[in-house]
């Protein structure tokens, strides 16, 4: 069953940037498009960014609007690991953050909007807390 860990959450001042990281537990991501959720106190969990697997095309990349311009999603297959990058960060950003693989089409021109939680493959894992705060 598909299931990744994640890390690199922490307490930060708004205005500050955090890096968090996602690796997938005992297979290889390469193939897989990848999303980033996040779930805020007593709010339900929604998607926030995500990363086409680019396999013989141009990779494709989104971002909610609440992010859009301050966070980067990049992907390293050479160290199966998927990033986002977090700059400028707010305290509507607080929350745990969760890595999924999702289906191909939710992270697509198609779609074209935040990949809804319902679609992503396995189980959860634990999440990174960040937590933006001064």
């Known amino acids: 069953q598909l299931h990744f860990v994640e890390s690199g959450g922490g307490l930060v001042q708004p205005g500050g940037s955090l890096r968090l990281s996602c690796a997938p537990s005992?297979?290889?991501?390469?193939?897989?498009?990848i999303g980033w959720f996040r779930q805020a106190p007593g709010k339900e969990r929604e998607g926030v960014s995500c990363v086409s697997n680019g396999n013989g095309r141009r990779r494709y990349e989104y971002y909610d609007d609440s992010v859009k311009g301050r966070f980067t999603i990049s992907r390293d297959n050479t160290k199966n690991a998927v990033y986002l990058q977090m700059n400028s960060l707010k305290p509507e950003d607080t929350g745990v953050y969760y890595c999924a693989a999702i289906g191909s089409y939710y992270c697509s021109s198609s779609y074209g909007k935040s990949p809804p939680p319902g679609v992503a493959f396995g189980s959860w894992g634990q999440g990174t807390q960040v937590n933006v705060s001064s």
């Open positions: 005992g297979f290889t991501l390469d193939n897989y498009v």
